[in-house]
């Protein structure tokens, strides 16, 4: 596709949701992802009244120095797709 982009004047440009939107990474790293799928409701208050009508799509966890390994991994891979 991004050669047939690219012979048609269109640049393809990849969007890869880091650090945020990371929900669908919890199959395969679950240890580098916080706060996927969780509706967040203060303590004590009604369902109705929470802060959010879907659940986190979650992010990665700055703190679990295993995601500098996972994202880099993930870019390498996807950067030579991307000229």
Not at 13 to 40: D, Q, R
Request: glycine letters at 8%; aromatic letters at 8%; charged letters at 20%.
């Amino acid at each position: 596709m991004v050669e047939i982009g690219f012979q048609n004047g269109v640049r393809v440009l990849p969007k890869i949701n880091m650090s945020g939107h990371t929900g669908s990474w919890v199959e395969a790293y679950p240890e580098i992802v916080t706060c996927a799928n969780i509706f967040w409701q203060p303590a004590g208050t009604a369902w109705e009244d929470r802060l959010v009508s879907e659940p986190g799509t979650g992010q990665l966890n700055p703190r679990k120095p295993k995601i500098h390994e996972v994202t880099h991994s993930v870019l390498k891979d996807m950067a030579p797709l991307f000229p």
